[in-house]
């Protein structure tokens, strides 16, 4: 019986609670080999986006507590907040935390509308196929998503207007974070096998899949692993953060990345020019995604990929991943959560053999206390 299988037959766990104190252990102290480097966002990346009122506070924001931020949240008319590893947090004017809510900055109409012109660059309409998907993706790969009224078309989304709110989901390197997965992953013939990793939104899978693709492409000398022609279909430019086609995130010296291009025919594209030894894709969840990923298993390539999801039995109960899993596509299976803090792996499966079938299992995650 294969984990997906196996899950299907129990109860879908239920998100793991947001943490509210210190996070966790880091991997690397707690059973990864090697070391763990986390590179903190870059503040530069984000400020120059902002409201001025909103880049003051964050200019003047402690180190200490950025090194921590996961998201900014602007919210029309109410307090600015910073989303942490240990929980919300309000900022006042002078980027001070703050419990008092009376105390924080509190976002005008002026500042969702400024940052809106400065993340689309004064055109909001060269933008309309990400306001489509409700979110625009910056230099340095961090997303900023949007809320507001949406506008329909034949009773399908065609942009948003009036937008009141914004999230700059902050993007940061973790080198090492896929160590503790290498052996499940590149199994007893030397050769990567395809794997998917799954976890909810925030826990760290783009990051766990730019480690993971990094160390397939350079290869780990001290595991005798030598490197792979990767192939990176990179739909949201969240993982390689390219700018004019140059990857600014670390993901190998033998990776080539195909950026903001849709992911059934960026992978179509890789196979027929690269010839990839792997082939990455961060969220699948389209049918066509799964054909074209199926065809470059089927071309003799590994498949990285990621996929929403809070277990096995989440993905047993969506057909189209219930289908390209019982298909054997996917070999190994690695399942994430921030229980212990973002990147927590919680399990690690394995369909070939058996080997490795939970031989990992709540390794703490890389956030820092």
Not at 152 to 159: A, I, K, M, Q, V
Not at 173 to 190: C, D, F
Request: glycine share 12%.
């Amino acid at each position: 019986m294969s984990p997906l299988d196996a899950a299907a037959t129990q109860p879908a766990l239920s998100a793991p609670p947001r943490p509210t104190g210190p996070a966790g252990p880091s991997v690397a102290s707690a059973a990864l080999p090697g070391s763990v480097t986390i590179r903190p966002p870059s503040r530069d990346e984000i400020l120059s986006y902002l409201a001025p009122a909103v880049r003051r506070a964050l200019e003047r924001l402690g180190s200490d507590l950025w090194a921590r931020a996961e998201e900014v949240r602007l919210r029309r008319g109410r307090p600015l907040s910073l989303v942490t590893n240990g929980g919300d947090v309000w900022l006042s004017p002078l980027g001070l935390p703050t419990a008092d809510v009376s105390a924080a900055y509190q976002v005008t109409a002026d500042d969702t509308q400024r940052t809106l012109s400065l993340v689309s660059q004064g055109s909001v309409y060269a933008l309309e196929e990400e306001f489509r998907n409700g979110y625009v993706t910056i230099p340095g790969g961090h997303r900023v998503g949007l809320v507001g009224r949406a506008l329909l078309e034949n009773g399908h989304l065609r942009t948003l207007t009036h937008v009141a709110g914004l999230s700059f989901r902050l993007s940061r390197e973790v080198r090492g974070a896929a160590r503790g997965v290498l052996g499940a992953v590149i199994g007893r013939t030397g050769r990567p096998r395809s794997a998917l990793i799954v976890s909810p939104p925030g826990c760290g899978k783009t990051t766990f899949l730019r480690d993971l693709v990094r160390l397939l492409s350079d290869g780990v000398p001290e595991m005798r692993l030598r490197g792979f022609r990767v192939g990176l279909v990179d739909e949201r430019s969240e993982v390689a953060a390219c700018y004019e086609g140059v990857p600014q995130r670390d993901v190998g010296l033998r990776t080539d990345v195909l950026d903001a291009c849709p992911k059934a025919q960026g992978v179509f594209l890789l196979l027929r020019a690269m010839s990839p030894e792997v082939i990455a894709a961060d969220e699948v969840g389209r049918p066509e995604d799964a054909l074209a990923l199926g065809e470059a298993a089927a071309s003799g390539a590994a498949v990285l990929a990621t996929a929403h999801g809070h277990s096995l039995s989440d993905l047993a109960a969506r057909p189209m991943l219930r289908d390209i899993i019982r298909s054997g596509l996917f070999e190994v299976f690695v399942v994430l959560s921030r229980r212990r803090g973002p990147g927590t792996i919680e399990t690690v499966e394995t369909t070939a053999d058996g080997s490795g079938s939970g031989a990992v299992s709540a390794v703490g995650g890389w956030a820092r206390a």
